[in-house]
């Protein structure tokens, strides 16, 4: 226990900041497509390649099997709600550990 508790609560961290990289690349795509945001800008395109590097191994399995649905990709909200379903599982894993001690 002295080492699951702290390597549990690391992994929902992870988890947390996962999440919020696929939300800040999905609208950062959405600037980018709608011309808000140039990718000529060096700090830009860094963060953006960043962010796809990034999100897009994950995004990249779903949409295998996840159709676009009117030119709308919806894989990141499908990859978010699986993150959130994990850190659940994550959670009750580490309550029943908590409880069993």
């Given at each position: 226990?002295?080492?699951?508790?702290p390597?549990?609560?690391?992994?929902?961290?992870?988890?947390?900041?996962?999440?919020?990289?696929?939300?800040?690349?999905?609208?950062?795509?959405?600037?980018?497509?709608?011309?808000?945001?140039?990718?000529?800008?060096?700090?830009?395109?860094?963060?953006?390649?960043?962010?796809?590097?990034?999100?897009?191994?994950?995004?990249k399995?779903?949409?295998?099997?996840?159709?676009?649905?009117?030119?709308?990709?919806?894989?990141?909200?499908?990859?978010?709600?699986?993150?959130?379903?994990?850190?659940?599982?994550?959670?009750?894993?580490?309550?029943?550990?908590?409880?069993?001690?």
């Amino acid at each position: 226990m002295i080492i699951l508790d702290p390597l549990l609560r690391v992994l929902m961290i992870a988890i947390d900041l996962y999440i919020w990289a696929v939300i800040i690349s999905a609208i950062l795509s959405w600037l980018v497509h709608f011309g808000v945001v140039n990718t000529r800008n060096q700090f830009v395109s860094m963060i953006g390649e960043f962010l796809w590097r990034l999100t897009e191994p994950a995004l990249k399995r779903i949409r295998r099997f996840v159709p676009m649905l009117g030119g709308i990709d919806i894989s990141p909200i499908v990859l978010i709600l699986a993150l959130i379903f994990l850190k659940m599982v994550i959670g009750n894993i580490h309550l029943a550990l908590v409880r069993a001690l």
